[in-house]
């Protein structure tokens, strides 16, 4: 081994610390990519799977050719562009995702996987290849090969478990997504600085200042560009809008999804069909204006339980919320006012149901979001079986779910319903339901009797085109086939299927 790439160029301490950190950088910006992504293809299985596998080509593909790079040239000469060069190229990759979301391309795979792709690849690649260059430098001893490797190895992983946790735990729940790239890419691109002046770089300059430039720009257009959240949690990416027709309208926007419409004059207002088609189930288990006790799985704008507060006084509705955001921005920003009638609890709703008295809801509404899909942990019969419990003996669930031709996961979650509950019935319109279009489904559940006759009267009177259906027997032709969703099996993601673009 030449003199001038001994050990002695990095102490084991510093060798150590330069592959935590890098691998510690790689993993920050994977967990983030979930959060920079969200606004363009959601939050589910799929989003993460398509993040985390192209992440881990890109290591796989950095780590490989540092290896060969750093056997084919001096390796000091690489560490410090190779820094350099990973942070700029980290700082390009939310301007990088804004311009390709911004296509509207779809949610699907191929999205996901090409949004990954430009953001998150290539630094995940050049910044991997930072390892085996430093093994490189710390090979003076063949006899110490095997201890040399697994030091920096177990370094390594150490540094990605600690930007996971720290990122997921701490980061995102503490400063928005964008600052934190920018200070990941700076912080990469000055340790490569420091590098490129310790270790005497006499290449040509022309490679690295190329990549400050290009660091510089990234760093300015991810500051200066507006973003497409107004806040942004450790869940959504959120925004309000004011509706231009209506000047006390009020929609809410989680990632990519209109989620909530509230009125902040007129609570009885429900902008959304689907909201109608709820209220319309809840006429079913009582009369106009009387009280009833709701569960409601999903808070989001709360237009809701400002509704039944309104047209049926007396109402008591607990609200279980994943976001505490969203429930601060009702209050803030949608007029929501609490009160010893409304309720709110925060966590996941599968956690937080469990908590909930046996038989002591009327009603439990199911609306709950990730992406387009409701996340799979709500769909199963395990779920479902607590929806049960948690109801009165003729007690309704009433579910909102989204899906287009051919409708898989509309068909598997009313056999998961109708293998819990005795009773199960649907709106749609006839043309979803013959699987010519998609679009919204909104399912009923309960032990006790549907009066489908009586609500499909309503929703004559109202002049749509929905019409309820009954889910009998095992011979129903919509539902035929369908598997029942259950924890160890609830693919939700895979069945439903993307709208049209």
């Known amino acids: 081994m030449a003199q001038a790439d001994r050990p002695a160029a ?34 589910t299985l ?10 881990l080509a890109g290591i796989a593909l950095g780590t490989w050719l540092g290896g060969r790079a750093a056997d084919a040239l001096p390796p000091r000469r690489l560490l410090g562009p190779l820094l350099v060069w990973g942070g700029a190229l980290a700082l390009i990759s939310v301007p990088a995702i804004s311009w390709f979301g911004e296509m509207a391309l779809g949610t699907g795979p191929d999205t996901i996987v090409m949004l990954s792709l430009v953001g998150f690849f290539a630094p995940a690649a050049v910044l991997s290849a930072v390892a085996p260059t430093v093994v490189k430098l710390q090979l003076a001893d063949l006899r110490e090969t095997g201890s040399v490797v697994g030091r920096l190895s177990a370094l390594g992983t150490a540094g990605a478990i600690v930007g996971t946790f720290g990122t997921g735990f701490v980061l995102i729940a503490a400063f928005p997504s964008r600052p934190l790239v920018v200070a990941v890419g700076l912080a990469v691109v000055g340790v490569g600085l420091l590098l490129w002046l310790r270790l005497g770089l006499r290449s040509d ?79 079913t288990v009582a ?29 008591q509705s607990t609200v279980l919320e994943l976001d505490p955001l969203l429930v601060d921005l009702a209050q803030r920003e949608l007029g929501l006012e609490p009160g010893a009638d409304l309720r709110i609890e925060t966590g996941d709703g599968r956690l937080t149901l469990a908590r909930q008295p046996a038989d002591a809801y009327d009603v439990v509404l199911g609306d709950a979001f990730g992406g387009l899909a409701v996340p799979w942990h709500l769909t199963t019969r395990e779920f479902l079986a607590d929806v049960r419990r948690v109801l009165r003996p003729s007690g309704l669930y009433v579910l909102n779910l989204i899906d287009y031709p051919p409708l898989d996961f509309a068909r598997a979650e009313l056999a ?65 086939g369908a598997p029942v969703l259950r924890d160890d099996y609830a693919p939700v993601d895979q069945l439903i299927s993307q709208p049209p673009f």
């Open 10 to 43: 990095l102490t084991p301490l510093t060798a150590g610390a330069l592959v935590f950190f890098t691998s510690g950088a790689v993993l920050v910006l994977e967990i983030l990519a979930g959060r920079l992504l969200a606004p363009y293809v959601g939050v």
């Open 46 to 55: 799929e989003t993460y799977t398509g993040i985390i596998g192209t992440v």
């Open 205 to 283: 300059l022309s490679a690295v200042g190329l990549a400050l430039v290009l660091a510089g720009g990234g760093a300015a257009a991810t500051i200066l560009l507006p973003g497409s959240c107004q806040w942004e949690s450790a869940y959504y990416c959120v925004r309000i809008e004011a509706d231009p027709g209506r000047l006390s309208g009020r929609t809410l926007w989680l990632d990519q999804l209109r989620h909530s419409y509230v009125d902040l004059e007129d609570p009885s207002h429900l902008e959304f069909e689907y909201t109608r088609l709820f209220a319309d189930a809840i006429e």
């Open 287 to 315: 009369p106009s204006g009387q009280p009833v006790d709701v569960l409601h799985v999903g808070g989001g704008g709360f237009s809701l339980p400002r509704y039944l507060r309104e047209a049926r006084p007396g109402t």
């Open 416 to 480: 998961t319903l109708r293998d819990v509950f005795a009773n199960v019935a649907f709106i749609s319109t006839p043309s979803a339901r013959g699987g010519w279009e998609g679009g919204t489904f909104v399912m009923l559940a309960s032990d006790g009797t549907i009066d489908a006759g009586a609500l499909a009267a309503v929703i004559a009177d109202r002049g749509w085109g929905e019409s309820v259906v009954a889910v009998t027997d095992a011979t129903d032709n919509f539902v035929a």
